[in-house]
């Protein structure tokens, strides 16, 4: 359970894609004793750029704390909040599931559920994946709980801003 004036939080970040970048952010995430939730990078439409996305825990003046340190950093190009309203947040999951020939039909009608897909099959193992938000991907797991889980791989939370009007457009640097 969370203090009271603590919530979810999402951030993204636009960042140089540059050796040294993510260690810059979590490290300034655990200097300062901030809440580290999950963080996924990945590159952008443009080669020079990644996208993070941050979930953070925190209140209202902490999470203002954040994005003003994040912003101190040079290769930080552009911050976003991730308002839960104004934005699309998706995981990835991939849990392997050691199976019967008795189970498979109740593990792959489960990954129908959640509009999985299984995407390996073995003599004693399935491989489902999941795609959703948070709450989504947590219920499949509970789900999935009642068997043998062998492995189990989380990606962390992507997300955009909803529309066109927030969209940032980077002047390349020089």
Not at 31 to 46: A, H, R
Not at 60 to 79: G, N, P, S
Request: proline share 2%; hydrophobic share 40%; glycine share 8%.
């Amino acid at each position: 359970m969370m203090d009271k004036g603590m919530k979810k939080r999402w951030i993204s970040l636009y960042v140089e894609n540059q050796v040294g970048v993510l260690s810059k952010i979590s490290g300034l995430f655990s200097g300062k004793s901030y809440n580290l939730d999950s963080l996924t990078v990945g590159t952008t439409e443009d080669p020079t750029v990644s996208r993070m996305t941050i979930a953070t825990v925190s209140d209202d003046e902490t999470f203002e704390q954040i994005k003003k340190q994040l912003a101190k950093l040079v290769d930080v190009r552009d911050i976003k909040e991730l308002k839960p309203d104004e934005s699309v947040r998706r995981e990835l999951m991939l849990v392997k599931i050691r199976v019967n020939e008795n189970e498979r039909r109740n593990v792959i009608a489960i990954s129908d559920v959640f509009r999985g897909r299984i995407v390996d099959v073995g003599q004693e193992s399935l491989i489902v994946e999941i795609t959703g938000n948070q709450s989504k991907v947590d219920a499949c797991i509970n789900l999935l709980s009642n068997y043998e889980i062998l492995e189990l791989a989380r990606t962390g939370i992507a997300g955009l801003g909803r529309g066109t009007g927030n969209v940032v457009y980077l002047d390349p640097l020089e």
